[in-house]
């Protein structure tokens, strides 16, 4: 049993550190391909795809009159304006950590305050190119080292099972974001095979969330858009994938309902989106419209947050 | 008159008191880049492990860090003996005065402290009288501010028997030494203070109230994570093993109080509270306060849930009160005080105000209720005009003020940055009162006044903080017997060769 608000905040400092590393992957990616000449699929337009994956196109029109990286950069990497920029995720998470020093071990504590001490040696301006790719390596590892403190050294209980809740609903909805934006680049419809201008589109992909390797391991042949896709979503082996995300919200979700001798709402819901993606196959995805399928996962996502936020956390 | 005060480590010359010989011979053995060294890792440490503090009305010291010195301040076990059983009889009275003043009344209807000073009191709750404090017991958690003038005496300067902080310190420092300077602890026999936290649970838990159910629920309620003492918050309720609650998680119903889980209402039986009483319940307190539990003044007075510490301590830390604690100990026990009062004059008294006009640049003078070092006045180190403005003061509301003497604060050997000098130091030893008996664990935070000849400690005014040992054994000289370590032989390793092989087959393959 914990202090709703103690459940809330640890699965908020889960997420928040979460979104900190999708934030650098997908700025990291984006950094690759526009580096890219033309003719390679690099384009002038990474950025904004950029800022889509993380949801905040509205909020950097808001913000910015022009799309140059510069701008990008200070709205992904330090804009205290956008909830998902890397300080502010880095900062919510650390405060979430603050208030609930007592539910998480000194290791949690020490890495995520680590990291929020350490984000400080990078200013937002006079940003360089090597500069950037330390501030990204770093919140990477910072949120690598967070990740494995938690699963090294807290207790298996629901505190636990409330902090892997936040990772793997907002590496959902990351992945799924991720994906939308580049639902175009992902379609079948005659591809030729080899040699395509979208490769770097794919392996940007790919790399946003770290399972390049993965997908030369599962699948043993080049860069497949199809593939790329089938990997992201379906493949339970991959730990990126929705079908393993909601495998596992559906398995702490049921630890907790085991403990608390109660299911609810939110077991339902996971279990529904789990059962839906299991259910499916990567042909039936494009038949019935990829974007239309990865906008409504994005719905239950959020659905799911709030059915949990409902059943628990208030 | 001021006079060479008192060092703890030195005796006048060149001769060394014998509880701070091996500390002596450690600051002769390091040079001062080791200690430069040393201190600013230590600093690391407590910035890593987040033990800050913020600063009220300074904007930009959001999460400053009290300074740390390394070199740890030393008492015997025979003066920590006796400070300990003047601690305990201390901390009897001012529990015995606070059931009397909210129960019959009679050290007042003696005439022994006067109505007024009690009645009148900001700290005095009314909503108290007559109410059945679970055990009897007001002032479960104290820290008695305790000053040294020469070898034999120490004086109580203040009483704190409302939400005294600063243990987390004494805790920290510790861990902090024993980290840095493990050499020094296995040549020292050095009482530990690890095991507070667990004399604190035991202490809270002797406290539910009858109606308790099973195990007792105990919680910290703090005002949340922008109070100035937040990190000592979570950190206790850390170690105690118990929820860190805000008010908005709790709520009252049917006179009992209930946190929120994640599985629903549970109920609660003691609140160790670190709020102060005015924002505890906006209904019955400071209506306005968001950070309290409206009713739960009725679940208390319904005997249904404990309070640590009580509401309406504050009336005996007064320092209005103070003056008169040798007095309480006496009307209750009929015992001479152990541990004496700094002489203090009462403004309020003609004779006294009288004396002190007189003396205003000899004497520190310090509001009744004021606290942290703000608003005093310290005679000696004061100019003309700040003088002349307090006795205005001083004349129109003398009963709000109270005088002292400028003690000579005992020093001690402090590492200044360029090298070791004596330091002002007072001593908070934390004593712990459960139904079952009174708790203190060896040691308290002692507080450095870190500028040269300064006497106010307070963290607020730029004090740090030191390790307070106290030694084991009466004379000890350090030796401590080691026992052989057993051999369970070597942990078993990777076959090499092996892995190796296999590993380039399998790469070989793809």
């Known amino acids: 049993m914990l202090l709703a608000r103690t459940a809330d905040n640890l699965f908020w400092l889960a997420r928040y550190v979460e979104r900190a590393e999708n934030t650098a992957r997908i700025l990291d990616a984006a950094t690759r391909l526009s580096s890219l000449p033309a003719g390679y699929g690099g384009s002038s337009n990474e950025w904004m795809s950029a800022v889509a994956a993380t949801g905040g196109l509205a909020r950097y029109k808001e913000l910015y009159d022009d799309e140059s990286h510069r701008s990008v950069i200070d709205f992904l990497a330090f804009s205290p304006n956008n909830p998902s920029s890397i300080r502010t995720c880095i900062e919510i998470a650390r405060s979430n950590a603050r208030a609930v020093r007592t539910a998480i071990t000194a290791e949690m504590w020490d890495s995520i305050n680590g990291a929020w001490l350490e984000l400080k040696q990078f200013p937002s301006d006079g940003m360089t190119r090597p500069r950037l790719n330390e501030l990204l390596t770093f919140v990477k590892e910072a949120s690598l080292r967070f990740d494995g403190s938690a699963y090294r050294t807290m207790l298996r209980n629901d505190a636990y099972y409330f902090a892997r809740l936040g990772s793997y609903l907002e590496r959902a909805d990351a992945t799924s974001r991720i994906l939308d934006v580049k639902y175009h680049v992902l379609l079948p419809e005659g591809e030729p095979v080899g040699g395509s201008l979208d490769y770097f589109q794919w392996s940007s992909i790919l790399r946003s969330v770290s399972a390049l390797t993965a997908y030369h391991w599962v699948y043993r042949q080049n860069l497949r858009p199809w593939l790329v896709a089938d990997l992201l979503i379906l493949r339970r082996e991959m730990p990126r994938s929705l079908t393993s995300c909601y495998e596992n919200l559906t398995r702490f979700l049921d630890e907790i309902a085991r403990d608390y001798g109660q299911q609810g709402k939110s077991q339902r819901q996971a279990r529904a989106t789990f059962a839906r993606l299991e259910n499916t196959d990567i042909n039936a995805v494009f038949a019935g419209g990829m974007h239309e399928f990865l906008l409504s996962i994005i719905a239950e996502n959020n659905r799911l947050g709030a059915a949990i936020a409902d059943q628990y956390l208030t | ?510």
């Open chain 2, 1 to 510: 008159m001021v006079t060479t005060p008192f060092d703890e480590m030195t005796i006048a010359g060149d001769g060394c008191r014998p509880a701070y010989n091996l500390v002596k011979a450690w600051l002769e053995e390091n040079d001062l880049d080791t200690l430069r060294h040393r201190s600013h890792e230590a600093e690391l440490l407590f910035r890593r492990i987040g033990i800050t503090f913020a600063v009220y009305g300074q904007a930009e010291a959001e999460e400053r860090i009290i300074p740390f010195d390394v070199v740890p301040r030393v008492l015997t076990s025979g003066e920590w003996h006796r400070l300990s059983q003047g601690l305990t009889q201390r901390v009897r009275a001012l529990n015995a005065f606070l059931a009397d003043i909210y129960g019959k009344g009679e050290i007042l209807r003696a005439g022994v402290v006067p109505e007024d000073l009690v009645y009148q009191n900001p700290y005095f709750r009314p909503e108290m009288i007559g109410l059945k404090v679970p055990r009897s017991i007001y002032v479960p958690i104290s820290g008695i501010d305790i000053v040294r003038v020469d070898a034999e005496t120490f004086y109580v300067l203040e009483d704190n028997a409302r939400t005294p902080s600063g243990v987390s310190y004494m805790l920290e420092n510790r861990e902090v030494m024993m980290r840095l300077f493990p050499d020094l602890f296995s040549e020292h026999r050095i009482a530990p203070v690890e095991n507070y936290p667990d004399e604190l649970l035991q202490t809270l838990q002797s406290l539910a109230p009858d109606s308790t159910r099973g195990e007792p629920n105990v919680v910290l309620l703090t005002p949340g994570q922008f109070n100035s003492a937040y990190y000592e918050h979570s950190f206790l309720a850390d170690r105690l093993g118990v929820e860190l609650v805000e008010g908005r998680d709790l709520f009252v119903r049917d006179a009992t109080v209930f946190m929120r889980t994640t599985q629903g209402p549970k109920r609660v039986d003691v609140i160790y509270r670190r709020l102060d009483d005015e924002f505890l319940d906006p209904l019955v307190f400071r209506p306005d306060s968001i950070l309290g539990v409206p009713g739960l003044m009725s679940a208390y007075r319904a005997g249904n849930v404990a309070l640590a510490n009580a509401v309406g301590t504050g009336v005996a830390d007064d320092k209005a009160i103070y003056t008169y604690m040798p007095e309480i100990v006496r009307f209750y026990f009929g015992e001479e005080p152990i541990l004496k009062n700094v002489p203090t004059w009462r403004c309020r008294e003609p004779e006294a105000l009288a004396y002190v006009l007189d003396h205003l640049d000899e004497l520190v003078v310090k509001e009744v209720s004021g606290s942290g070092g703000y608003g005093m006045l310290v005679g000696p180190k004061a100019d003309k005009e700040t003088i002349e403005t307090f006795r205005a003061k001083l004349k129109a509301k003398p009963d709000e003020f109270i005088a002292q003497p400028t003690l000579a604060l005992s020093t001690c050997p402090t590492f200044v940055g360029d090298g070791i000098a004596p330091r002002h130091v007072d001593l908070r030893p934390f004593v712990l009162t459960g139904a079952d008996r009174v708790r203190i664990v060896p040691g308290g935070l002692t507080r450095v006044a870190m500028r040269e000849g300064s006497l106010v400690v307070n963290s607020s005014q730029g004090g740090g903080t030191k390790d307070t040992w106290v030694l084991d054994a009466p004379d000890d000289t350090g030796a401590t017997p080691s026992s052989a370590p057993v051999d369970a032989g070597a942990s078993q390793s990777q076959p090499q060769a092996q892995t190796t092989a296999s590993q380039s087959q399998s790469q070989g393959q793809n």
